[in-house]
């Protein structure tokens, strides 16, 4: 089974059911940009429970929650994993998406912004604050890197090879063939 292009709440829903229909041990290979993530505290524990197997391709962003997900975590030696910050893409926004330490930085402006603007500044912190830190305690429990670490590679959108990987806690094996790859 793989699971390829962009995560949102309906394409998990949808491997969530066609795990449940495996009813068993079953590989997963994930190959994906990432997308969004706010759904994977309600989800991920039932995906979870069914004794994934994840295999990796190029796993970037909110995709790497996912094949964080698996039992036994397996990676091509050309895979790669991609962190970065949390971000959002604010509508009408000419300058690309803001990260949490993007918003920290107009912190010294905050007491010339209008309590409208101000109410949105600290809003938009505060709900990407708590998502990061959701991101990162996730990470913690499933390699028990220290969260230090995870805030330093996703700060420095930091691309790991497999073997990167491998140190941290992310994959439990490197291998030149997947099960389902001919000898």
């Not at 229909?21 to 993530?37: A, D, I, K, Y």
């Not at 230090?148 to 930091?158: D, Q, S, V």
């Amino acid at each position: 089974m793989s699971f390829t292009g962009e995560i949102s709440e309906q394409r998990i829903e949808l491997l969530l059911q066609e795990l449940r229909r495996e009813n068993g041990r079953t590989g997963l290979f994930v190959h994906s940009p990432g997308g969004t993530f706010d759904f994977f505290s309600r989800l991920g524990p039932a995906i979870a429970r069914r004794d994934v197997t994840t295999f990796a391709g190029d796993v970037e962003s909110a995709a790497v929650l996912l094949y964080l997900l698996g039992h036994r975590r397996i990676a091509h030696p050309r895979s790669t994993f991609l962190f970065h910050e949390v971000r959002i893409f604010p509508a009408g926004s000419m300058g690309g998406p803001i990260t949490v330490t993007d918003l920290e930085g107009f912190e010294e402006y905050r007491s010339r912004m209008s309590r409208e603007g101000r109410e949105h500044y600290e809003a938009w912190l505060a709900s990407m604050r708590d998502a990061q830190s959701w991101f990162v305690r996730f990470l913690r429990a499933q390699t028990n890197v220290d969260t230090g670490t995870f805030l330093g590679l996703m700060r420095e959108e930091a691309r790991l090879s497999a073997h990167e990987a491998l140190r941290y806690g992310i994959v439990h094996n490197v291998t030149e063939r997947f099960p389902w790859q001919p000898r």
